[in-house]
């Protein structure tokens, strides 16, 4: 005998209540039954359409992502959404035609497709640029202003940045920046691991009570950790107030890798002017012209911490900053806390920096970039026997 698939009880072959869906009939007991299924029916119907407005994903992406590497957790819910997938071997199947509606991806609880998920928490994202007519930046010069702004209205007592080395060009160090020539020998990307806290504690240990603080995604969590359990630095961390100004990163690399890479390319570190990476390249500008190549090139140079983060976004920062998604000489910016939202767009007000919301393109790339930083951890990290 069928079964009402709404309370699971035997029904009769001609009984009244009955639906089609999907090429198959169903049975039930009551109306109220065969009125549920229709109604929830409708809603999966509605989720499909506005899955696949957004975006055609079909069952070989969630096979291809999460299926072949084995991180499918057989949790069924990819086949409790779609009748052309089962259960079979361990394994979901595919044993009719996919649509392509995206529903089996969205509901897998393996996969992150929410902007949340992808980029953390925040309260608004903008594209900005800064508005100093001499100010050449990365990108937009957006973290330069900002810092400009605060330390001139007095809101911070200094920063934390990063500037190049004068005996080793491109080397990273980091330094307490207390006035605006300071924070103007900090830009530019650096793409070499900055040790930051070291100049954090001494700022705090020179009785600095307000200081900005950039860097990374990893540095930026560590000041975060620091911050919620600061064993045995309680006596500095109650003293200060760290502005969080977090730097988008895909990658860094072993800054001897970077200096062996440009040497065997036949240019020199101290002809290079700027570096920047692009959509898949790395771009190096000398005094004579712009070389460009394959970022792949560069990966027996990438720092192996690189392999096992997944946050391209800086999730902890008060505002996170990057050239992903904006055009060129633009900067992205997501206002995370208040304190940075505040920050943000009062800088703006007073005519630092020129902003814009960013717009829903805009915001894609960057939630693109982000999930191939996310997902990375799938090839990556497996228990071995222990």
Known sequence: MPIDPICKNKVQEDTPYYTEYGGKLYRFCSYECKNKFDLLEKRVIRLKRSIAEQEKISFGKLRKDIIKPGICTLCGACAASCESIVIKDEQPRLIDKCTACGVCYNQCPRTITTEEGLVGRIRNAYCARTAI???????????????AYALEEGLIDCA???????????????????TYDDILEGTGS??????????????????????????????????????????????????????????????????????????????????????????GRFEFQTR???????????????????????????????????????????????????????????????????SRLLEEKEMKNILNLAKMKKIQMYSLNRRQNV
Request: glycine share 8%.
């Open 133 to 147: 007519p001499e100010l050449k930046g990365q990108d937009g010069g957006v973290v330069t202003s900002m810092l």
């Open 160 to 178: 934390i940045v990063t500037t190049r080395s004068e005996e080793e060009p491109w080397k990273p160090v980091p330094i307490v920046a207390k």
């Open 190 to 279: 650096i793409y070499s691991h900055s040790m930051t806290l070291e100049a954090l504690m001494s700022a705090i240990k020179q009785g600095m009570r307000s200081i900005a603080f950039v860097g990374p995604s990893c540095n930026i969590d560590a000041v975060t950790k620091m911050q919620k359990s600061p064993y045995g630095f309680l006596h500095l961390f109650m003293r200060a107030n760290i502005l969080k100004m977090g730097l988008f990163c895909m990658d860094t690399f072993y800054y001897e890798g970077i200096k062996e890479f440009v040497e065997s390319k036949d240019m020199k570190l101290d002809d290079i002017e700027w570096m920047k990476i692009r959509k």
């Open 288 to 354: 004579d012209e712009l070389k460009v190549f394959p970022l792949g090139e560069l990966d027996q140079y990438r720092s192996s911490s690189c392999k096992y983060c997944t946050d391209m976004a800086s999730e902890s920062a008060d505002l996170s900053f990057g050239g992903v998604g904006t055009p060129r000489d633009w900067t992205t910016v997501l206002a995370r806390s208040g304190m940075g939202y505040e920050i943000f767009n009062e800088a703006v007000d007073n005519g630092y920096i020129d």
